[in-house]
């Protein structure tokens, strides 16, 4: 019997109404005779007097009983779903991470799925039981239980589905689909039919919150389908590793991120400019740079600059300063009011023209490009804030992301 | 190495100053160099959005379900205690149920702990940790989650002691440990430095809500010493099979229940007369009977008198009335504002005078004794309830409980 996993979002149990609306959806589910898995993520119903309290008692609680605690949410937000699809007069159970067999391992500080033992769940699923699972959770080796972190319940959804051999995992989200650019930001961007696992990836980590890249690239490993969509429609997007459709287009998506600061470094001489040691000492602070521009011009002075999150930027400085001996630069300075805009898709690969014509369309809208950076199925830019939207609408109008629906 | 497990009470819990109170108090046991166990009840601080949630979405929730959101409680407060003593310096670890190795069945409507697995605990002591368990939960063969119900962290913390051969089981509870009577009433009540099993089950089913019957009727197969005592106090009451001393001190306590109601059934003959039917009509319908008298006179119309709750007296109407065709009683009667009060002593069974001198006593204060009954530790007497606290200090007097003391 085929079976489908679903995760659901927050905002399905974020009241009571929607926790028997998505019960009801669940159920449409079962009624199409598969065998239904529901992961299930945190109820923001639940945060938090829990937290309060562990702050009162202490300013460094232990990892282990944080997961303990962490770990009821999920637990709780499971047996309310299953309540409500058992109100409804069909057969459901909850299962803990645990229950479900799900192990995992911690990692430096992430904790990871290491295995599924899916013989709970297949149990219950041939009692004719909606298999809800608590997610983004686990036990060690020793039985500890852990949490996953940001991603897990999607992570969870797509482990189960390949240990269970799903014929596809259903992501539910406030969206409909994947979009050519944020409908709020962009006229005319639209929902596209389907998407490789790689230019989900890039459009993940370049701020689409529809699913989170842990889960796509367990997916993509497994090549197990996901579809992306909103709970109350039957459209959506689905990810897999090739697409047959609008394989045409080769640009598929435009994404952007605010509030990008460029720091720029500089050396007195070639001999002082060490690029490894002020990437590695940023990185043992926690300081994640994204584009990375070495300029090293004849009768220049060598300079590197790169981009920064916003929020690190305090962080950066400190760290820059306090290892300046070290680190052999001579000056620093930096650009705030800039922003990132991308276009992705798998087809650029074999298109080198893209790039120019990215490029030259940016040049026509009089928009400054501060950096450039690039990668097999991606083009990035820094632009100033103030042009970020003017941008990704002409990117989207250059690449056609608009006419295609009308096709 | 010699270990002992303490049940806490949950005003240990109730708000951080005190989460932190009893983690010290655990920490000090810790320092007397033994092993330490400790079982915890719900949270009243974290009651409870979660039934809220239930009761909005379903009248008749699983109870599979309930179990697992109601194990979440104990799970939490097991976590932030663990925390409040690691705080402290100390190496402490929340164990759930399942992760403490506590199997539990279902038995029709009750949960029972069937065994326990202690393997984990010892590993844990052995690393030299505080093992704070969340009581009153386990899991069944197929690993679903149990509650235990009334007194299931008691019973938990008995059972634990059991499985680990531990020295005792320290219960605390809001008292300093078993009274001769209830303290706020009769004048002059006084602590029981020790007292048997059995004079335990007696008080605790009188209404003495210190430690629950299941956990005494525990302690008592295994004869495993329980101490009852406040959490800062030192001072409290040892529970044992056989108690060394005070042994001349025939009645050990005075207990008293309010609000009790005499229902009298009547038959116009012997031949219709049936009493294990009428008490197998309202067995079947859980109302439970207490005392119960039958005076069968010659020439007099045969009758039978039984008290129950008065919180049963409206469903116990309405059982007799529908069934009455069948039972075949000629008329019902009832009489309410009555009070049991009772003592309770080992001592008793050989020292068949105590129930005399009770009435006696009971009759010089012209109390009015309405029902009767007695086992071998035990004589409960229904009275008019205005006369209960008369009747409860004069009881207390007339055995000496007061006196004992000065000794």
Same mark, same amino acid.
């Given at each position: 019997?085929?079976? @489908?996993?679903?995760?659901?979002?927050?905002?399905?149990?974020?009241?009571?109404?929607?926790?028997?609306?998505?019960?009801?959806?669940?159920?449409?589910?079962?009624?199409?005779?598969?065998?239904? !898995?529901?992961?299930?993520?945190?109820?923001?119903?639940?945060?938090?007097?829990?937290?309060?309290?562990?702050?009162?008692?202490?300013?460094?609680?232990?990892?282990?009983?944080?997961?303990?605690?962490?770990?009821?949410?999920?637990?709780? +937000?499971?047996?309310?779903?299953?309540?409500?699809?058992?109100?409804?007069?069909?057969?459901?159970?909850?299962?803990?991470?645990?229950?479900?067999?799900?192990?995992?391992?911690?990692?430096?500080?992430?904790?990871?799925?290491?295995?599924?033992?899916?013989?709970?769940?297949?149990?219950?699923?041939?009692?004719?039981?909606?298999?809800?699972?608590?997610?983004?959770?686990?036990?060690? $080796?020793?039985?500890?239980?852990?949490?996953?972190?940001?991603?897990?319940?999607?992570?969870?959804?797509?482990?189960?589905?390949?240990?269970?051999?799903?014929? $596809?995992?259903? @992501?539910?989200?406030?969206?409909?689909?994947?979009?050519?650019?944020?409908?709020?930001?962009?006229?005319?961007?639209?929902?596209?039919?389907?998407?490789?696992?790689?230019?989900?990836?890039?459009?993940? $980590?370049?701020?689409?919150?529809?699913?989170?890249?842990?889960?796509?690239?367990?997916?993509?490993?497994?090549?197990?389908?996901?579809?992306?969509?909103?709970?109350?429609?039957?459209?959506?997007?689905?990810?897999?590793?090739?697409?047959?459709?609008?394989?045409?287009?080769?640009?598929?998506?435009?994404?952007?991120?605010?509030?990008?600061?460029?720091?720029?470094?500089?050396?007195?001489?070639?001999?002082?400019?060490?690029?490894?040691?002020?990437?590695?000492?940023? +990185?043992?602070?926690?300081?994640?740079?994204?584009? !990375?521009?070495? +300029?090293?011009?004849?009768?220049?002075?060598?300079?590197?600059?790169?981009?920064?999150?916003?929020?690190?930027?305090?962080?950066?400085?400190?760290?820059?300063?306090?290892?300046?001996?070290?680190?052999?630069?001579?000056?620093?300075?930096?650009?705030?009011?800039?922003?990132?805009?991308?276009?992705?898709?798998?087809?650029?690969?074999?298109?080198?023209?893209?790039?120019?014509?990215?490029?030259?369309?940016?040049?026509?809208?009089?928009?400054?490009?501060?950096?450039?950076?690039?990668?097999? @199925?991606?083009?990035?830019?820094?632009?100033?804030?103030?042009?970020?939207?003017?941008?990704?609408?002409?990117?989207?109008?250059?690449?056609?992301?608009?006419?295609?629906?009308?096709?």
């Amino acid at each position: 019997m085929v079976s @489908i996993v679903i995760k659901i979002d927050s905002t399905s149990l974020s009241s009571t109404e929607k926790i028997e609306q998505i019960a009801k959806r669940i159920i449409d589910e079962k009624k199409r005779g598969r065998n239904v !898995i529901v992961v299930v993520p945190n109820m923001e119903l639940l945060e938090d007097k829990n937290y309060q309290i562990v702050n009162l008692l202490s300013d460094k609680p232990s990892k282990r009983e944080l997961h303990v605690i962490e770990s009821t949410n999920a637990q709780i +937000a499971s047996s309310l779903l299953a309540i409500a699809i058992q109100k409804k007069g069909f057969k459901a159970i909850s299962l803990t991470g645990w229950q479900a067999g799900i192990e995992t391992i911690e990692n430096n500080d992430s904790v990871l799925i290491s295995n599924i033992n899916g013989e709970r769940i297949i149990d219950r699923l041939k009692k004719g039981e909606i298999v809800i699972v608590a997610g983004s959770q686990g036990v060690d $080796h020793k039985n500890n239980i852990l949490t996953l972190g940001d991603g897990g319940a999607d992570t969870t959804a797509v482990a189960i589905g390949v240990a269970l051999k799903a014929e $596809h995992i259903e @992501i539910f989200t406030a969206q409909d689909g994947i979009y050519t650019a944020d409908p709020a930001v962009v006229k005319g961007a639209r929902r596209l039919k389907q998407i490789t696992y790689d230019e989900m990836l890039e459009l993940a $980590h370049l701020g689409s919150q529809t699913v989170h890249p842990r889960a796509v690239e367990l997916a993509k490993i497994y090549e197990i389908p996901l579809v992306v969509r909103s709970s109350t429609e039957a459209q959506g997007t689905l990810i897999k590793g090739e697409v047959d459709m609008e394989k045409n287009l080769v640009v598929r998506g435009v994404a952007y991120e605010a509030e990008i600061i460029r720091l720029t470094v500089g050396y007195d001489s070639y001999e002082n400019s060490s690029l490894a040691n002020i990437f590695s000492t940023l +990185a043992n602070n926690d300081i994640d740079v994204d584009i !990375i521009v070495q +300029a090293v011009i004849d009768g220049v002075k060598p300079t590197v600059s790169f981009s920064i999150d916003k929020e690190d930027f305090a962080e950066a400085i400190k760290v820059l300063e306090k290892n300046k001996p070290e680190l052999g630069f001579s000056f620093a300075d930096f650009e705030v009011g800039l922003s990132k805009v991308s276009i992705v898709g798998a087809g650029m690969v074999s298109n080198p023209g893209v790039a120019a014509r990215m490029f030259d369309r940016l040049r026509k809208e009089n928009i400054l490009v501060k950096m450039v950076s690039t990668s097999e @199925i991606k083009v990035s830019v820094v632009v100033p804030q103030d042009d970020m939207v003017k941008a990704a609408n002409a990117l989207h109008d250059e690449f056609n992301l608009i006419e295609e629906i009308v096709k």
